[in-house]
């Protein structure tokens, strides 16, 4: 399979460079649209904070989108307990494997160490938790 050489500008390639080395003027940008978005959805900072979690579950999301999205809502004021809730709130709906999945990269956002069993799995099967292994 070949890739397709796209065109792309300037700004697009400078943005995108930015966000993948973790430039701040970059990173600001981002931070200064999700707080437009949390006025305009008309949600407290802690609730929206918690909805993109929930939304982060329920798509089964890569992990770096967890760490920027907890420390978020953490920032906003949620708590550990809360993002918890969060998970099993959305648990009916999203079944188990997706939270099987989320509940490590949840960990790892919060700080905390995975269990050494738990921690090898996914470093040598990284699709093990989504199998709930």
């Known amino acids: 399979m070949t890739v397709p050489k796209a065109i792309v500008d300037d700004a697009t390639r400078d943005a995108l460079l930015g966000l993948a080395i973790g430039d701040v003027d970059v990173l600001k940008e981002a ?9 305009s959805s ?3 900072p802690v609730t929206f904070g918690l909805v993109k ?7 089964d999301s890569p992990p770096a989108s967890y760490l920027w999205q907890i ?8 708590t550990p307990a809360d993002v918890l809730g969060v998970l ?6 999203v079944g188990g494997p997706k939270i099987i999945a989320a509940a490590p990269e949840i960990m790892v956002a919060l700080g905390l160490s995975l269990p050494a ?4 799995m996914i470093l040598t099967d990284p699709h093990a938790t989504a199998r709930g292994v």
Do not use: K, M
């Not at 979690?53 to 798509?59: D, R």
């Not at 099993?88 to 709906?93: E, G, H």
């Not at 069993?117 to 090898?120: A, G, L, R, T």
């Open 31 to 39: 931070v200064d649209l999700r707080e437009a978005e949390q006025q």
């Open 42 to 44: 008309g949600l407290d």
């Open 53 to 59: 979690i929930a939304a982060l579950i329920a798509l």
């Open 71 to 78: 420390a978020n809502a953490l920032d906003a004021g949620a």
């Open 88 to 93: 099993r709130a959305v648990a009916p709906q």
């Open 117 to 120: 069993e738990q921690e090898s």
